[in-house]
Structure formats: C-alpha cells, structure tokens
C-alpha cells in the first residue's frame, strides 16, 4: 500500500485543538516533503510562520496559500551550507514576524553513495546542511531566546537511520541523523534553565521528494518489506509536531520520538 497524491484529503491539515497564536515559527526545508506539510499545521495552529528553503518559488507559493487561509508567512530564501546566510536569516523572521519562539531543524540532504565512492565535496555538503547549519540556527534562535528571557522549542528532524541501517548507501546520512540526536540531548541539557525545550522526530520512510529520489535509483521492492507494506504520509507526524511544539510538552526536553509505522526493529 502506497499513499497517493488523492490520499492528500483523507489527512486534512490537522491543529489537535493546539493554539499556537503569539508565536513566531521557523521552518527550514519548507519548500516540500516533511517541511511543507508542517509550515502548513504550524501555521493551522496558529503561528506565524517564516518558509526557508532554497527553492523560493515553491516557498513564495506556500505563504500565498497560509495567507489565503487566514494566517501570516514569510518566505525567505536559505541555504543551510552557509553558514554566514543563518543568523542573518533569524534577523530576518524576527524583523518580519517577532522573535523566533518555534525552529523546525528540518533540512536534510541523503548521500545515496557508497562510503568509498563519496566526493569529498559530497561529505562536507551533508555535514554541513545535515549538521552544521541546524547547530548554528539552534544556537542562534537559543541566544535570542534566553536574551529575551522567553521560553522556547526547537524540534530537530532526524531519521530512524539514526539507529537503524540495514542497506549500503545512505552511511554518512545515518551518521548526520545519530549526530543530530545526540545534539538534541546536549542542547537541551545546555539549554534547559533558559525554559528552551529541545526534542527531536526521527521518522521512518515517509511519501516525500527525498523518498522519491530513492524510489527512482532501487525501485519499490523495499516496501513490500515493511510489516504494513507502505511508506508513511506526511500528515501522520502532525500530531507528534504539534505535541512537541506546543505548552503540553512543557516536561518533555531531549527527546527522540521515532515515528516509522513499525517498520524497523527495536
């Protein structure tokens, strides 16, 4: 069983009776897959939501759409390789929507190569977008935060590859997902006092334009693998999203919630 595009109406964008009015989020990877589809429930919820990605169009596209349904976005152009572009990009959101209360670390690119076979252009370019850039935005939404004197929640998207890696090609993307779990439980020692929650989702194969990429290099196979022989809709992490995000978390700081449909062993 796979998710079509049809299947959008069966997950109408979902708030679970969350408000998030007042707040300012930060999406990164907004322009498709997991991070479009949780611009679109942050901003159902209520906050003010800033689309970053590199792809400006498709970002221009989703703000029009939060707007039209009656909510505040801001597209603005990332790239999270660069490591100057971030701070000015929090500056950015905050002149445009407030203070950043909210960051989605969300931004991710695979290896899809063999670890003999890598570029060296290729390792710095995960590290960098996987690793690197979420620590800096974390850093910086973190000072602005704790010189504020406002609470926080920072929400790092990592993947069961973290744990879990049963077939070659995707080992330096494993290792960026297990360091961006470990990030998550340091920061959120660090950052604990300043009332700075900072958990993390670790999804399985999920029907996204990464998943795609994979699909079209080694086929479908891998799915019939799966106990429930699907991959996930993205809709299905809007409840785990809002959770983390929202005042009912309040106790819940490094955290990984691994949302993978069972289909990896424990």
């Not at 494993?174 to 006092?193: F, I, P």
């Amino acid at each position: 069983m796979q998710f079509k595009e049809k299947d959008a109406m069966s997950f109408p964008i979902s708030n679970a009776g969350v408000d998030l009015s007042g707040q300012t989020a930060l999406v990164t990877g907004a322009s498709s897959g997991l991070g479009h589809r949780f611009a679109q429930v942050l901003a159902g919820a209520g906050a003010r939501v800033a689309l970053a990605g590199r792809r400006n169009d498709r970002l221009e596209t989703l703000a029009a759409q939060i707007r039209d349904a009656g909510g505040e976005a801001h597209a603005l152009k990332l790239d999270m390789a660069d490591p100057a572009a971030l701070p000015a990009a929090v500056a950015e959101v905050e002149n445009e929507l407030g203070l950043v209360t909210i960051l989605i670390n969300n931004a991710g690119v695979p290896d899809a190569q063999l670890a003999t076979k890598m570029p060296l252009e290729l390792i710095d370019q995960v590290l960098n977008v996987n690793v690197r850039g979420p620590f800096i935005l974390a850093r910086e939404v973190a000072a602005r935060l704790i010189k504020a004197g406002r609470p926080g929640r920072i929400i790092n998207i990592a993947s069961v590859a973290a744990f879990h890696y049963a077939s070659p090609g995707a080992s330096l993307y494993s290792v960026s997902k297990a360091a961006v779990v470990r990030m998550t439980e340091v920061l959120a020692v660090e950052w604990s006092a300043a009332r700075i929650n900072v958990n993390c989702i670790a999804p399985g194969a999920f029907d996204t334009e990464m998943m795609d990429g994979m699909r079209s290099r080694i086929g479908d196979d891998f799915i019939a693998q799966f106990p429930r022989k699907r991959l996930g809709h993205p809709a299905q992490l809007d409840s785990t999203l809002l959770y983390l995000a929202s005042p009912g978390s309040d106790a819940v700081t490094g955290t990984v919630i691994r949302v993978d449909d069972g289909q990896c062993p424990r």
